[in-house]
């Protein structure tokens, strides 16, 4: 019996909704439970085939228990050897490489010492550094937050070099972005499971939690639809990721990649909606089962990126759209675009109310 283990922290509703999906399947020789872990010896295999990794970025215990697993041959979802290295700075450089559009961002040092090392550690870096061409590059207003974070956490809305600067000194061993804003005429944020299914969601960031995926505005075309899947399972292929959220400010007809970090993305049933937990449960158990079919026991069973792949084969990174041989499964929407709603709506329907001019949230 080969199983499918789903390591988790605080949330409830996507979690239980998965392993109940994968159980009423009934496949042959494949169930579904709760990790579950006593003890951790080095080079021991955990018993599971898959394990679906929802909280390790939070637990270090979880993220080194995982990586053992990982080389005793279970399939991780995501990889955590990974999962480890990636943060959202060389993101940003791979999607410039690759042809995706992403705000213009610079890396600024953390304002306090990181614990155990003092002003000399820091001998290679000038100081001042020259925050006027830094100013200039990105431009104000301007957004600062975490290279490496998540979850909305310590990110500001800068005005000008005064705000940065105030704002910078509470910030303290946090290594931080500076990114230009992107005023949006549009904002996507979009589901990839296993580098092949896409599900594009309005979502309209400065809404309550609860609400930012109710939006109403149909969008403006297919090709913008269509450019949005390209540019998701584009990323998410070369960055290797089997389960991420990708988000789109579109400005001028332009989407623009916001955040595509996102490994243990919000799948609540409170904040995504009835019919997208839907999707990201059925699309997860269903993607899950076929990982655990393909498993094979003491071997590396884990999914690397063609960022990876191509480095460590010393092949240059190329812009194709996606990998050679890659079988892409229909798109599932959330969402019609501007044109197909009108040409199916109901000849007294109302037309929705403008959107209002928008700001990005990073």
Known sequence: MKKIGILFGQERS??????????????????AEVVKIDKMFQNTPLDYAVIIDRIS??????RASLKNAAITGTAVINNPFWWSADEKFFNNALAEQIGVPVPKTALIPSR???????????????????WDAIFEYTGF??????????????????HDKEDFFSKHGGTEQLVML????????????????????????????RNPHHLRYEVGKAPSSEKLLKTIEEYTLKLCT???????????????????????????????????GQENFDWVVETTANYA?????????????????KYVKSSAAGLPLTTEALPKGIKVSPTIKAVKPKDEVKAKAPAKAKTAAPAKKATSKK
């Open 14 to 31: 996507f979690p239980e909704a998965v392993i109940k999906r994968i159980n009423e399947k009934a496949e042959k020789g494949i169930t």
């Open 57 to 62: 970025q939070d637990v270090p215990f979880y």
């Open 112 to 130: 306090q010492h990181p614990t155990g090392t003092t002003r000399e550690s820091f001998s290679n870096l000038t100081m001042p550094l020259d």
């Open 141 to 158: 207003p301007a957004y600062m937050k975490p290279f490496d974070g998540g979850g909305w956490r310590d990110v500001y809305k800068l």
């Open 178 to 205: 500076l990114q230009e804003e992107i005023i949006f005429e549009e904002y996507f944020r979009c589901y990839c499971i296993g580098g092949k299914h896409v599900r594009i969601m309005q979502y309209e960031p």
């Open 238 to 272: 070369y960055l290797g990721y089997d389960f991420n959220t990708v988000e789109f400010a579109v400005r001028d007809g332009i989407p623009i990649a916001i955040d595509f970090c996102n490994p243990a993305p919000d799948a609540d049933i409170k904040s995504v």
């Open 289 to 305: 089962i076929e990982r655990a079919k393909a498993q094979k026991p003491g071997q590396d069973n884990l999914t690397w990126g």
